[in-house]
């Protein structure tokens, strides 16, 4: 079964820093979700990628999906307490019938806690 | 509110009992996802369905696990005899079949809490 692992587990950093969280799969990867997710509740869609060399941004995050490393990197720039949050991978596990589809059941990571200090 | 809504949002039991949890997809969301997650962890998949019919089903889904959603709207889990170790966030999810501009993301709902006494 595929195995996805996220990188750092934690990350405390002081607001107007840049970070990146790394995710890795022991697989191919089909398809590459992010989440967020805030502590006890659900999670929010942040991005999807699909393509390898695929980048996506999405405010100050943005997000990068490598192929051949079986590799997703998600960068946020110039952090706010805003962006405090548990950050989750997730993989699609089948592969999509067309561009922008997808299996739709995922494999995630543990999940990477952001803390950002004002 | 045209998200993902479950109910109940906490659930309190003791062990032995049955617990039933709801979700509601997005109104036009014809495939729904119940994954569980645990404390520290990221979610695992439980089940879905498609519309009415419930196409794959995780072997964490035990005998003690049933999965239905009737008319393809809104859909049950129910836990019976409940453990210990059921206790964890059990997150609801819909997507659409690509139609058109849509590109088939998976939402989610804020998830039912179990605690299991």
Request: without cysteine.
């Given at each position: 079964s595929q195995e996805l692992e996220q990188s750092p587990q934690s990350l405390i950093v002081q607001e107007g820093k840049n970070l990146t969280i790394n995710c890795t799969s022991s697989k191919t990867l089909y398809g590459l979700y992010w989440y967020k997710q805030k502590y006890g509740e659900g999670l929010i869609f942040l991005m999807m990628l699909q393509k390898g060399g695929e980048e996506k941004s999405h405010e100050k995050i943005t997000a990068k999906l490598d192929e051949k490393k079986q590799q997703s990197s998600l960068h946020i720039t110039a952090s706010q307490p805003s962006h405090a949050g548990i950050y989750l991978c997730g993989a699609d596990s089948g592969i999509p019938i067309a561009r922008g589809t997808s299996y739709g059941k995922l494999t995630f990571g543990q999940g990477t806690i952001l803390t950002v200090h004002p | 509110d045209t998200g993902v809504s479950q109910d109940p949002r906490h659930k309190i039991t003791k062990r032995g009992q049955n617990v039933t949890f709801r979700c509601d997809p997005i109104?036009?969301?014809?495939r729904l996802y119940w994954y569980r997650q645990t404390l520290g962890q990221g979610p695992e998949f439980l089940t879905y369905f498609q519309n009415e019919a419930q196409l794959e089903k995780s072997r964490l889904l035990s005998d003690r696990f049933s999965a239905e959603r009737p008319k393809g709207s809104f859909s049950t889990l129910e836990i019976q005899r409940t453990e210990q170790g059921d206790s964890a966030m059990y997150l609801c999810a819909s997507s659409l079949?690509?139609?058109?501009?849509?590109?088939?993301e998976l939402f989610f709902g804020e998830g039912s809490r179990l605690t299991v006494l």
């Open positions: - | 109104s036009e969301h014809n079949l690509p139609r058109g501009l849509y590109t088939g």
